[in-house]
């Protein structure tokens, strides 16, 4: 009936009617799920070349900031498998067992990419930073350590403009600001490659700080206190993906204005006379389930309206955005929506 947040779509009667209806849908024209493999592919490119990178720096270094980094940059590299693996398994079809699809796979995979983060990235870098405050190392080489800092900015950089732009795209066909679509977007991967990404850009931020505080005063322990604010910041990250994965898994409901823009075009179907309950509910990254209830037009008999039933369920899931449409018969003392 309606496409999801960020690409939703509205089937109506026939093929022209369909047309209209999806036109009045905000996001029908949205971006689909090839362009967020790309976006986690870029990451993963991005990721592999800097913790490769970090890890050396860290070793020839010896700052706990790089370390931190570079735990950072695998878990993320890590992470974009997960992703990749969410991508391909909720694209798999229906079928008997699964009547509404495999989409919300993507949110069970996009969770143990979360954990990953949590426990790859915010432990070791937080346990590591405890370690050098109790037993601090020197560091030295510390040129390395900035270029390796430097060249790490600019690869995140490209990942993270990569995501914007698609994260852009979609807000705009939807009225949103990009933080809000990002949070509120039904595609786990392009949220979390957004998120992650910022979070690498202030990650390295933080370590560059600790690095310099360490070559200025000396003492080790700004370079300890940044590998804990790193992992600090990993593990808020890590926190707000998994929320966001465990409210997809439970139920979530598509955007308000989505479900509006839904049920002017049910109404406007001339087979409906009228909408009582209408729910849509999100059951993976660019679908829908969609269950409602409707006052049919005329008085026919009750098997020629199951038959007329049938008939707008089948319009609606004719939508690629629709994993299932299910409909029943309004009470005659139930007030419209």
Do not use: C
Not at 142 to 156: P, Q, R
């Amino acid at each position: 009936m309606a496409r999801e947040q960020e690409n939703e779509q509205v089937p109506g009667g026939t093929d022209a009617e369909s047309h209209d209806l999806l036109g009045a849908v905000p996001g029908a024209a949205g971006a689909g799920g090839s362009e967020s493999v790309t976006t986690v592919l870029v990451a993963f490119g991005a990721n592999v070349l800097i913790a490769i990178a970090k890890s050396v720096a860290a070793i020839v270094t010896g700052s706990a900031s790089i370390l931190a980094e570079a735990a950072h940059s695998w878990a993320d590299a890590g992470n974009e498998v997960f992703l990749l693996i969410a991508n391909r398994r909720s694209q798999k079809p229906s079928d008997e067992v699964h009547p509404l699809g495999h989409g919300r796979e993507a949110y069970v995979w996009s969770l143990f990419a979360a954990l990953g983060l949590f426990v790859a990235g915010a432990a070791v870098s937080i346990t590591h930073g405890i370690q050098e405050l109790i037993a601090p190392e020197p560091a030295g080489h510390y040129v390395i350590g900035y270029v390796v800092l430097a060249v790490s900015f600019l690869l995140e950089g490209v990942s993270f403009l990569q995501s914007t732009r698609q994260a852009k795209a979609e807000a705009k066909t939807l009225q949103r600001d990009l933080i809000e679509h990002v949070l509120a977007t039904s595609d786990p991967t392009l949220r979390a490659v957004f998120v992650e990404d910022a979070a690498a850009l202030a990650g390295l931020v933080i370590a560059t700080a600790g690095l310099f505080a360490h070559q200025l005063t000396g003492s080790s322990i700004p370079d300890a206190i940044g590998s804990i604010l790193v992992g600090i910041l990993l593990a808020w990250v890590a926190l707000l993906l998994i929320n966001r994965n465990r409210r997809f898994l439970v139920g979530q409901e598509a955007d308000p204005r989505v479900r509006d823009a839904a049920l002017q075009a049910l109404l406007a179907a001339p087979e409906v006379a009228r909408v009582t309950y209408l729910r849509l509910e999100i059951v993976g990254p660019r679908m829908i389930s969609v269950i409602g209830d409707v006052d049919l037009t005329g008085d026919d008999t009750e098997a020629h309206v199951a038959v007329r039933l049938r008939a707008l369920e089948a319009k609606i899931s004719a939508s690629p955005a629709v994993a299932g449409a299910v409909l029943s018969l309004s009470a005659p003392d139930e007030p419209s929506l």
